[in-house]
Nanobody, 124 residues
Framework: QVQLVESGGGLVQAGGSLRLSCAAS????????MGWFRQAPGKEREFVAA????????YYASSVKGRFTISRDNAKNTAYLQMNSLKPEDTAVYYC?????????????????WGQGTQVTVSS
């Protein structure tokens, strides 16, 4: 079992930045691909970004590519999402997730473990 806890969310003005963290416990995340998803009110949970086991490969949704950066520190058992140039449409609850494989990484039903989420609100 892997327990995931997100932190770093908050209220920020458009154009600002936030860094989300996803701290894992129970097992090392080095054997998992890590992903970030988000869910806005009234919308389905959508893929944001994913990173492979060692961090050598990343993948982003087109809506965040060039603005968000996913990273991980396996020694700290933590994954991160650096979010720059934030827009009001980025407002959502952000979730991190762990997957035993790095296949179909944009599909939320592929992920085995989920955190509880952290709220990000971007004001215009």
């Amino acid at each position: 079992q892997v327990q995931l806890v997100e932190s770093g969310g908050g209220l920020v003005q458009a154009g600002g930045s936030l860094r989300l963290s996803c701290a894992a416990s129970g097992r090392t995340i080095s054997s998992h691909a890590m992903g970030w998803f988000r869910q806005a009110p009234g919308k389905e949970r959508e893929f944001v970004a994913a990173i492979s086991f060692g961090g050598g490969s990343t993948y982003y949704a087109s809506s965040v590519k060039g603005r968000f950066t996913i990273s991980r520190d396996n020694a700290k058992n933590t994954a991160y999402l650096q979010m720059n140039s934030l827009k009001p449409e980025d407002t959502a609850v952000y979730y991190c997730a762990a997957d035993y494989s790095y296949q179909r990484i944009a599909a939320r039903n592929e992920y085995d473990y989920w955190g509880q989420g952290t709220q990000v609100t971007v004001s215009s």
